[in-house]
């Protein structure tokens, strides 16, 4: 079955700290792994889109990496603000017949000022 | 400005009660999708579609149906066979079902009263 997890569920930091957050899939056949994030009672806004090819992407100070072989992703946020308080999703997409994309259950974000 | 919209953004469902929900996108984007989100669990596919006039149950079918007339519109009716409705729907689009980045609306909030 394939799953994605992300590590840890919530997490909580001072402004100013680069952090990283994690994703993990089970099944290493991805089209392309995306980041979003989601402020409270909002929809999802996309982050960042690496394809399979790819070993990152960057937008800001946001990065984006990923290691397929060991079925991980790992969003790096440097310098951290509260504006950046969310909850942020990783979402991995298999195609096919599914049409799919199987989505973790997100990391919550704080960032104390 | 092109994008998705959902409305509308709060919608409270009685007892036995047929509702819709209405997802418009000016993308020009092939696939839509419908999601449902629960608190502490990742985002579940009720439906999608590829193609207009065309579209596949997703994990969570039961007691929803949807129609695809149109390339821009993927309305999501809640039927009265849905026993637990109470969620946040999201919808989102793509240019094609895989390998490419999928675009979120800011969702619908239906409450069961």
């Known amino acids: 079955k394939q799953e994605v997890t992300q590590i840890p569920a919530a997490l909580s930091v001072p402004e100013g700290e680069n952090l990283v957050l994690n994703c993990s899939f089970t099944?290493?056949?991805?089209?392309?792994l995306q980041w979003f994030r989601q402020d409270p009672g909002k929809g999802l806004t996309s982050l960042l889109l690496?394809?399979?090819?790819?070993r990152e992407q960057t937008s800001g100070r946001l990065n984006a990496s990923l290691d397929k072989s060991s079925g991980r992703s790992t969003l790096y946020i440097a310098a951290s603000q509260p504006g950046d308080s969310a909850t942020y999703l990783c979402?991995?997409?298999?195609?096919?017949?599914?049409?799919?994309?199987?989505f973790g259950k997100g990391t919550k974000l704080s960032v104390k000022p | 400005d092109g994008g998705i919209t959902q409305s509308p953004k709060y919608l409270f469902r009685k007892e036995g009660q047929n509702v819709t929900l209405s997802c418009e996108q000016n993308?020009?984007?092939?696939?839509m999708y419908w999601y449902r989100q629960d608190p502490g669990q990742g985002l579940r596919l009720i439906y999608y579609?590829?193609?207009?006039?065309?579209?596949q149950k997703g994990d969570i079918a039961e007691g929803y149906s949807v129609s695809r007339e149109k390339k821009e519109s993927f309305p999501l009716t809640v039927t009265s066979a849905q026993k637990n409705p109470t969620a946040f729907y999201l919808c989102?689009?793509?240019?094609?079902?895989?390998?490419?980045?999928?675009?979120f609306g800011q969702g619908t909030r239906l409450t069961v009263v």
């Open positions: 989102a689009s793509s240019i094609v079902t895989e390998g490419t980045e999928a675009f």
């Open positions: 099944d290493s056949a991805i089209y392309n």
């Open positions: 690496i394809q399979s090819s790819q």
């Open positions: 979402a991995a997409d298999y195609g096919g017949s599914q049409g799919n994309l199987i």
């Open positions: 993308l020009n984007h092939d696939a």
């Open positions: 579609s590829q193609i207009v006039n065309d579209f």
